[in-house]
């Protein structure tokens, strides 16, 4: 099961019993935001009038978008239903649109398209790896804390993790405690790809210049020699570094390498903010960055991301540039805010979001569970019972269609 907060994989076949802190953190931070949305429980009379309000903002939000000349859809979007909307509505309304968080992302899908990818999924990399390269530092693992636990298989130290780039001994210690045979090795993020060329090489016992036999390393080779499946964990997102998306296709292409001898693999860890990009790809046969005209995508990594549109000097009439503004998630940040500032200073603003009190949307994978997505192509479980609904509190999707009506 994939918990809905932190989503990573849970032990447990019953999120009811698993202890998260940071599960718990996020959903009181669901409850301070229905609180203030909602305010005392309705009473038939405050919903009616609530719902008379929202369909008249309805629309009002349709006009406006009839006469908009520009229009972009950004946010956080977490469910295939929304996803496909929100590209019905750029067809039909001729939008850009783009996901607010999509920058890193972008880094994997440029070396993906140019040079392919050895892929897998994450329950096969847990059951099946016996050599785990994780390529990052501690930001990595400050965002993603469960990875360990996600990765491993159960059987202590079967398993052995090679922490490449600037990783400390917390980092160190979390996968200790999962039960791998942990090793951390200090690096330049930016001379892996070509680092993990000369150890493997070493591995196979071929001369190892400039390497000090007495610094320790022969039994990291030996573990390198014995592994039969490698899998290489990476998070575009800790990839700050220039032309990242060449450093990813040149750890591609060692991958491929790599599987002339033993079974390599590469797992791309992506977050809630990828997971946008992948639906399009995979559901609709977009992938995020595109704009319509006339219901034709045209599709440019860089001309059509959000920053790009918005940096453009917006009209003098404020209404003919209008921002769609999606946040169906619980994921923790406030880029929705400099987005929403920036917004009010040349652009028209439609927010459909838990927090708005024009078009209050339900949270995706906490108060929704249909037709959710991971990035991993895995399930999001709802991890309470469902909340007493409002007819006010719609899915994104609702509105959107509502909206092109």
């Not at 009839?66 to 001729?94: D, E």
């Not at 994450?122 to 050599?131: G, P």
């Not at 400390?168 to 045979?181: L, M, V």
């Not at 037709?371 to 019972?385: H, I, K």
Request: aromatic fraction near 8%.
């Amino acid at each position: 099961m994939i918990c809905s907060i932190c989503s990573l994989l849970c032990d447990s076949d019953n999120l009811d019993e698993i202890q998260c802190i940071k599960r718990s953190a996020a959903l009181a931070r669901l409850d301070s935001i229905r609180g203030a949305v909602e305010g005392p429980l309705d009473t038939n009379v405050n919903s009616a009038a609530r719902l008379k309000a929202t369909n008249e903002r309805l629309v009002e939000s349709a006009s406006l978008l009839k006469s908009a000349k520009r229009i972009l859809i950004t946010g956080r979007i977490a469910s295939v239903a929304t996803a496909r909307s929100a590209v019905a509505f750029a067809k039909s309304h001729n939008a850009t649109i783009d996901c607010a968080e999509s920058g890193h992302v972008f880094k994997n899908i440029l070396a993906i398209q140019r040079g392919g990818i050895y892929s897998v999924s994450l329950a096969e990399a847990r059951e099946h790896t016996d050599l785990f390269l994780v390529i990052g530092n501690d930001s990595m693992q400050v965002a993603i804390p469960r990875m360990p636990l996600a990765l491993s298989n159960g059987k202590p130290r079967s398993q052995t993790v090679l922490l490449l780039g600037d990783f400390g001994t917390a980092a160190a210690e979390q996968w200790h405690k999962a039960g791998f045979d942990t090793w951390t090795v200090p690096c330049d993020l930016e001379n892996v790809p070509n680092a993990l060329a000369k150890w493997f090489q070493w591995s196979e016992g071929m001369p190892r210049d400039g390497v000090d036999e007495s610094s320790g390393v022969g039994p990291l080779f030996a573990r390198l020699r014995q592994a039969m499946y490698t899998t290489v964990v990476w998070s575009a997102e800790s990839l700050q570094m220039e032309q990242a998306d060449l450093w990813v296709e040149r750890l591609l292409q060692w991958v491929a390498g790599r599987n002339e001898k033993n079974r390599c693999a590469a797992l791309p860890w992506l977050s809630l903010d990828g997971t946008f990009q992948q639906v399009c790809t995979w559901l609709t046969g977009f992938p995020g960055r595109i704009d319509f005209r006339n219901g034709v995508p045209d599709y440019d990594p860089h001309k059509y991301s959000y920053q790009q549109w918005m940096e453009r000097t917006p009209d003098a009439n404020c209404n003919e540039s209008v921002i769609v503004l999606i946040d169906e998630t619980l994921a923790p940040g406030d880029f929705l805010k400099p987005l929403e500032i920036q917004a009010a200073e040349g652009y028209s603003v439609i927010k459909l979001t838990a927090r708005s009190e024009h078009f209050p949307t339900a949270v995706a994978g906490v108060e929704t569970i249909d037709d959710m997505f991971r990035a991993d192509q895995t399930v999001l479980a709802r991890v309470l019972p469902s909340c007493e609904r409002r007819s006010w509190v719609r899915p994104a999707s609702d509105y959107l269609e509502r909206l092109s009506k």
